[in-house]
């Protein structure tokens, strides 16, 4: 049973760690050094990325998180998550601490503010069905690298990118109830262990 840690300093980590448990998957709250030590891939959950970020950097957590992922670790982050992985931030409001994993380029809250959120059925790369994705506050991928494969858009923007163990939604699947994005993270983990 793989372990999969949940960054736990703030957002939806109650939402992400049940549907693990749904998947047969064992979550584990990641909040140091030792948590991620401990586990075989990263979920970064929405929430708020400026804070999440410091918070990474006040428990010494960047460097440990990058270390592992250029040796093949797996790393889902949603919303705040991939703004916290992508190489850059447009827009006058940057995000401090990033991670700077994955080569995008996202505005933060480019889809507007919490009134604006909205969901919308995505044809996502892999599935036999539509995902219904829910999109709050949520961060707008405004380009992407030649390494980077987009499995899903909305209005012809990317919203779901991967790249190698690296993984990314603009949207939220852990409120759903729907557990095939999450499902094809846990591949990753697979192919990183084989």
């Keep these: 049973m793989s372990k999969v840690g949940v960054l736990a300093f703030q957002g939806d980590v109650r939402e992400h760690s049940a549907a693990l448990e749904r998947l047969g998957a064992a979550p584990v709250l990641v909040?140091?050094?030792?948590?991620?030590a401990s586990v075989d891939a990263l979920i970064i959950p929405?929430?708020?990325?400026?804070?999440i970020g410091k918070l990474l950097d006040r428990?010494?957590?960047?460097?440990?998180?990058?270390?592992?992922?250029a040796s093949g670790f797996p790393i889902y982050g949603t919303c705040a998550g991939l703004i916290l992985l992508a190489a850059s931030v447009t827009g006058k409001h940057d995000a401090p601490h990033r991670l700077g994993l994955l080569d995008i380029e996202v505005a933060r809250n480019g889809y507007g503010r919490q009134v604006d959120s909205f969901e919308s059925e995505l044809e996502v790369k892999g599935l036999a069905s539509s995902f219904r994705a829910?999109?709050?506050?949520?961060?707008?991928?405004?380009?992407?690298?030649?390494?980077?494969?987009?499995?899903?858009?909305?209005?012809?923007?990317?919203?779901?990118?991967?790249?190698?163990?690296?993984?990314?939604?603009?949207?939220?699947?852990e409120m759903t109830g729907d557990d095939r994005v999450h499902e094809m993270f846990?591949?990753?983990?697979?192919?990183?262990n084989a």
């Design 134 to 173: 829910v999109f709050i506050r949520a961060p707008i991928i405004e380009s992407v690298g030649d390494a980077i494969e987009v499995l899903a858009r909305c209005d012809g923007r990317p919203v779901l990118v991967r790249s190698a163990n690296l993984m990314a939604s603009s949207f939220h699947p």
């Design 31 to 36: 909040k140091t050094r030792d948590d991620l």
């Design 186 to 192: 846990l591949e990753t983990i697979t192919g990183a």
């Design 59 to 69: 428990f010494d957590m960047i460097d440990p998180i990058a270390d592992r992922a």
């Design 46 to 51: 929405g929430g708020e990325s400026t804070t």
